[in-house]
């Protein structure tokens, strides 16, 4: 951590009929591609929508109760799994956490911003995508995703 973080951070979670409507679109998506929104899986998809920011799994873990009961670890792995090869969720590996994805396009490269103080977390239209696949096409590469991983101080941490 570069300095200590004092001030509030809006972490834009989903909440209310936003969250509702998120879950609603995730179940749809699913039929559509004739997989199912399992229970376990909607209320780890529910938790990283409401979460807003990275969460690491084992605070999924214990969040997943209802009543407070945390699930059993296979539980929310396999959901993780899941929701990260149907697009919904993306494994940040740097900070070993997982965000929910609120784009539309399946298999779409992703990139983070993530601010080292506050951990603030940023998804953005990765620049270059298609150089990195012409170069993975030249060296005989057939890339099945790309995620990258921008560390630095947001504007809030940098004040």
């Known amino acids: 951590m570069a300095h200590d973080c004092e001030h509030e951070h809006d972490a834009r979670g989903l909440a209310g009929a936003a969250?509702?409507?998120?879950?609603?679109?995730?179940?749809?998506?699913?039929?559509?591609?004739?997989?199912?929104?399992?229970?376990?899986?909607?209320?780890?998809?529910?938790?990283?929508?409401?979460?807003?920011?990275?969460?690491?799994?084992?605070?999924?873990?214990a969040a997943f109760g209802a009543d407070g009961a945390p699930a059993k670890p296979p539980t929310v792995y396999r959901a993780l799994d899941f929701l990260s090869k149907q697009g919904f969720a993306h494994r940040i590996e740097s900070l070993n956490a997982y965000v929910a994805c609120r784009r539309e396009a399946d298999g779409h490269a992703a990139a983070f911003l993530i601010c080292d103080c506050?951990?603030?977390?940023?998804?953005?239209?990765?620049?270059?995508?298609g150089e990195i696949q012409s170069i993975a096409g030249e060296a005989g590469y057939a890339l099945s995703g790309v995620t990258v991983e921008a560390h630095g101080l947001c504007g809030d941490c940098r004040t």
Not at 36 to 58: D, S
Not at 118 to 129: F, H, K, S, V, W
């Open 19 to 61: 969250l509702g409507h998120a879950l609603q679109d995730a179940d749809v998506r699913c039929s559509t591609a004739g997989e199912r929104l399992t229970a376990p899986r909607k209320r780890v998809l529910e938790l990283l929508l409401a979460a807003g920011q990275p969460v690491k799994a084992y605070d999924l873990i």
């Open 118 to 129: 506050c951990g603030a977390t940023r998804e953005i239209e990765p620049a270059g995508l």
